[in-house]
Every structure is written in C-alpha cells, then in structure tokens.
C-alpha cells in the first residue's frame, strides 16, 4: 500500500474500532433519590444489565430530576432523549393512558398480593398494550408501598382536611380523593414538593415513607398520619424505537436483567418503607400519628364514593380485575 493510501486507511480503520466497541447507551431518568426502592431498583439493573451484555450496554442511571422532571421526562422518553423510565401509575394520564389512574383509587387493594396477581395477570400485559401507540414499551411493574399523609396540623379525621392545599401527582383520581376530603388538591412535580411545603404553598401531601423521608418532607411537616390509604407504585417503561431497534441477543439480555431487577426492587420495597418509617419516627421532627380502627373505618367511608365517581374515566378492566383477585385471594 502506498503512503497516501495508508494515511487514509489508518483513520477509517480507527473509526470503525472506536465504533464498534462504543457500548449502546440506556439513560434511565428518574425522580427520586437512590436511597428508594426505584434508585435502588435503578441501580440494579444497571448492574445487571452491564454484565448480562458484558458491556456492550452501558446504562446511566439519573436519580433525583437531574435530567427531568414529572412531565418532562415522559416527553423526553417519547423523543428519544432517555431511553428508559419508571413514572408511578398516577402519572400516565396526561399521556392519555387514565386507566393506569384506577391504581390510585383509596384502599383499592386489600393486599400487596392482590396488587401483584392484577400487575402480573392479563390486565397488567393489556395496560402496557395500550402504550404501544404513544410509542412506548412496558417492561414491568416496581413497588414503592403504600402512602401516608403528612400536614402541619394533627390529620386523624376526614373532617381535618377540610380546606387544605394537598400536593398531588397528575392523576384525577387523586384529584379526587382530596375532593372527597374536603381539601384542595393541587397537581405539582415531585422536585417542587419540599420548598412548596416549605414556603406554605401547599400544606399538606401524601407520600410513601420512602419518600418521605429521602425528601425530608417529615422536616418541613409537624404531623404525619400512618394511614396506607393508597398505593404508590411504577412502570418500567423505554422508547419503542430503541428497544425494538436493539439487536435481538440484546434485547433479551435486557429483558432478562429487568426480570431480577424487578424481583429485587419488589423484594425490598416493603422492608425500605418500613426502615424510612423508623427513621422518621426517629428523627423527631413531626409527630407520626397511626389511625384507629374506628378511624381508619372513617377515612373508608369518606372515601368510598371516590370508586363509583372515577369508574367512567378509569374504565372497568382494572376494577374487575381487583374485585376477581380479592375474591380469589379470600378477602373481599
Ligand atoms: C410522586 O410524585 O410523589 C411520586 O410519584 C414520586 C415517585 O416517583 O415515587
């Protein structure tokens, strides 16, 4: 060969190595911190994802908004700016997706196993079927847990509601729910929820003690009230042009390291929010108050018509299908 030749030869040939090994790239934008049941979840499947490919995938884990907020990285994810994404349920309406929203509706599942046979069973395939359009992929279902509500004043009542500013995801049947309290739901993103309680924005939220805690709501809360009126928890979702243009020995690579990420992540969810409940009794910067029985069946009857009113925008398949597994499971 001769010299000019070669000197042309030696960049393309460079090129094409640096191309074949520069790893494909999944960035998987999320909301909230590591310490968390989905940044831990997150983090796993990093791991596992980056040895299942032997590094031909190479995934970038941001916690906390670093990249985006509620919204915003759902319009990213739909854009291809990230790739992967675990919104909770609460917040697929504004994409069109409401019956996602039938997970929030109070004290809906009487058990975590319930929940789980509804996710798992046909309805969960069928809620990720309907993403397709909107040129999105489900891949699974994480746990967070359940919530509790958190204010500046003492909440053991449905009548103690009356008139406050609660922060809510973006779903209506949260919206909802605080209606039926008698207070004012407010719909803000989650990275605004501590300066807004902070600066009495808002007064109150309900929230998992995992998040609670990691976001030092309980600092800027007198009173918290253990009530497990609702469940929080999310879709591992990724951008259908992406993951449908990965080579397919890849592809089912992922999917294998989302299999175990997803039984870890839901493995440990409970114990996480029970050791941030600790924490935050611990930290003695809010009263933490746990419902009686009479009052948790006042809560119940406050909140009961919230069902019957969200039924027509949720859509029965979910309803149906919580009511056909609490009757297997024995307890409804
Ligand atoms: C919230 O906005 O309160 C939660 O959805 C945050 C999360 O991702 O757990």
């Known amino acids: 060969m001769k010299l000019k030749h070669l000197v042309f030869a030696i960049p393309l040939f460079l090129a094409g190595a640096a191309y074949a090994q ?27 994802a ?28 739909q854009l291809g700016a990230v790739q992967m994404l675990a919104p909770s349920l609460a917040k697929f309406g504004p994409l069109g997706v409401k019956q996602f929203e039938a997970f ?7 058990s975590r196993e319930v929940l789980r046979r509804v996710t798992q069973g046909p309805v969960g395939k069928d809620l990720f079927k309907k993403l397709e359009p909107k040129g999105i992929v489900g891949l ?19 009548s103690d509601f009356r008139g406050l500013k609660m922060r809510i995801q973006s779903s209506k049947v949260l919206d909802a729910q605080f209606r039926a309290l008698g207070a004012n739901p407010q719909v803000m993103a989650f990275s605004e929820v501590y300066q807004a309680l902070q600066t009495g924005v808002v007064d109150g939220t309900e929230n998992t003690p995992s998040n609670i805690y990691t976001q030092k709501t309980h600092e800027v809360q007198s009173d ?35 299999k175990e990420a997803t039984d870890y ?44 009113e969200v039924e027509g925008r949720v859509g029965k398949e979910v309803l149906d299908a919580v009511d056909k597994e609490s009757a297997a499971a024995g307890v409804k």
Do not use: C
């Not at 790893?23 to 968390?36: L, R």
């Not at 995938?57 to 994810?77: G, I, M, R």
């Not at 992406?242 to 397919?248: M, R, T």
């Open 224 to 258: 918290m009230t253990v009530s497990e009126h609702g469940y929080i928890g999310y879709a591992v979702i990724v951008n259908k042009k992406f993951w449908e243009g990965l080579p397919a020995d890849v592809r089912g690579q992922l999917e294998g390291a989302m």
């Open 104 to 110: 929030d509706i109070p004290y809906i599942f009487p």
């Open 50 to 77: 980056e040895k299942a490919t032997n590094g031909k995938v190479k995934v970038e884990v941001y916690p906390n908004s670093t990249l985006y907020k509620d919204k915003e990285e759902l319009d990213a994810l």
């Open 265 to 308: 992540t839901n493995k440990i969810a409970e114990k996480e929010n029970q050791d941030a409940l600790e924490a935050i009794k611990k930290s003695g910067k809010t009263k933490v108050y746990v419902l009686t029985d009479a009052e948790k069946a006042e809560w119940r009857k406050a909140l009961l018509p919230v069902r019957k």
């Open 22 to 48: 520069s790893p494909i790239v999944i960035k998987f934008s999320h909301v909230v911190a590591d310490d968390t049941p989905k940044g831990k979840g997150a983090m796993k499947f990093k791991e596992l």
């Open 140 to 158: 699974a279902y994480w746990d967070n847990g359940f919530k509790d509500m958190t204010a500046n004043k003492p909440l053991h009542h449905p």
